[in-house]
């Protein structure tokens, strides 16, 4: 079998193969908490902090673009949940339709997100 193309395009945190066997790679066994420079790690390190959610919706004729201001919450991979004091509501917002995120304030990021500083 030719793994030509699994050898060559390794992501981070992927598995390399060896003989049909998953062997860890070394950016999978050293990142536990934090992986690299992700969405969810620094919105992790905002909460708390007010924010305006840019975010488009293609297939929806009645949400085409939609901004959501609240509170960070919480985040996770493939999610973000804002609370609006103003009205109540909580939004539970899918990262993959998020264009952009502004801050009101200096976002807080850490070093350990970018290699080699």
Known sequence: ???SF????NFPGAPLYSGGTAVPNQQMQNNTQFE???IENILRLNRGKKVEIY????DSTEWRDK???GIIEQSGRDHII????KTGNWYLILIIY???IKFDERIISSS???PNN
């Open 82 to 85: 804002l609370s609006d004091p």
């Open 36 to 38: 690299q420079s992700y």
């Open 112 to 114: 350990e997100f970018y």
């Open 98 to 100: 998020v264009d952009y």
């Open 55 to 58: 975010a488009s919706y293609p």
């Open 67 to 69: 901004v959501f201001s």
């Open 6 to 9: 699994s050898n060559q395009n």
């Open 1 to 3: 079998m030719n793994n």
